[in-house]
């Protein structure tokens, strides 16, 4: 059933309540989780690459429980982040205290943001949004002249033959999940997700990193680049076990970088 058919239906409400009720089990995902050493390092080998100047104005969208600011903040970036999830900013206000404004916004409509800004980042956010081509096109008026917006996603609906093979193995590999008494994940018995999945433009899937250059380049970005984020995959990968590993190489993490 289509949201028009549902006109009561509240998708960002249902969307911010999720993300509230994970927000406590949210840092124990090793896809979220940022480890000490050599993970950390790659993430900030990343941000020195695509983020230029000294202590660039930087808006995080999506910031959850503020793992990404953390590292803007320590990079020297004067950081404004927003969150939908109160949960989410109530953590990500302890993990960065003052060295970051974080504050309650809506990705897709941020008026008024204080900008302009010299970057604009999101981790793990674009498949969430209902009308990423509109939040994208309004990010691009927030950058001033020159500035990056940099996307942060991944594709899990690759069904090549080597991606489904490599599910395929990880499943083998890995034991029967440990029940938990934490909210059921994304696709777990009884998750609301996947009703407001159905109304997502990519959701649960994400989408590939082709598909995020397309929208930059309609909002206008010039000088598109896609990083495959190799590097960080091997990090990330590293010490974790065999069933993680095979199903991290199944998706297609990356980073999507678009100029002003």
């Given at each position: 059933m289509s949201q028009a058919e549902r006109p009561n239906y509240d998708i960002k409400t249902e969307i911010?309540?999720?993300?509230?009720?994970?927000?406590?089990?949210?840092?124990?995902?090793?896809?979220?989780?940022?480890?000490q050493g050599p993970e950390r390092d790659a993430w900030r080998q990343l941000l020195r690459t695509h983020l230029e100047g000294d202590s660039p104005r930087i808006l995080e969208l999506g910031c959850g429980?503020?793992?990404?600011?953390?590292?803007?903040?320590?990079?020297?970036?004067?950081?404004?982040?927003?969150?939908?999830?109160?949960?989410?900013?109530?953590?990500a206000r302890a993990r960065v205290g003052d060295r970051a404004s974080i504050l309650f916004g809506d990705?897709?409509?941020?008026?008024?943001?204080?900008?302009?800004?010299?970057?604009?980042?999101?981790?793990?956010l674009v498949w969430t949004l209902p009308?990423?081509?509109?939040a994208i096109a309004r990010w691009r008026e927030l950058l001033a002249p020159g500035g990056r917006l940099l996307i942060v996603d991944g594709y899990w609906g690759d069904n090549s033959l080597l991606a489904s093979l490599l599910r395929r193995?990880?499943?083998?590999?890995?034991?029967?999940?440990?029940?938990?008494?934490?909210?059921?994940?994304?696709?777990?018995p009884g998750s609301p997700y996947p009703e407001i999945d159905a109304l997502l433009p990519f959701g649960i899937n994400g989408a590939p990193p082709s598909r995020i250059a397309g929208l930059l380049a309609d909002a206008g970005f010039t000088d598109i680049r896609i990083d495959p984020?190799?590097?960080?995959?091997?990090?990330?990968?590293?010490?974790?076990?065999?069933?993680?590993?095979?199903?991290?190489?199944?998706?297609?993490?990356y980073l999507v970088r678009g100029t002003a």
């Open positions: 911010a309540a999720y993300w509230d009720r994970r927000a406590e089990t949210f840092d124990e995902a090793p896809s979220h989780a940022i480890r429980t503020g793992i990404i600011t953390d590292l803007l903040c320590e990079a020297g970036c004067q950081v404004t982040a927003f969150d939908l999830a109160e949960s989410m900013l109530k953590r990705a897709e409509d941020l008026f008024p943001a204080e900008g302009p800004f010299d970057g604009i980042i999101s981790r793990h009308n990423p081509e509109k193995m990880a499943s083998l590999a890995e034991p029967a999940p440990v029940k938990t008494n934490g909210p059921p994940g994304l696709t777990d984020l190799s590097d960080l995959k091997r990090q990330q990968r590293s010490g974790r076990p065999l069933g993680f590993r095979l199903r991290s190489m199944s998706i297609q993490r």
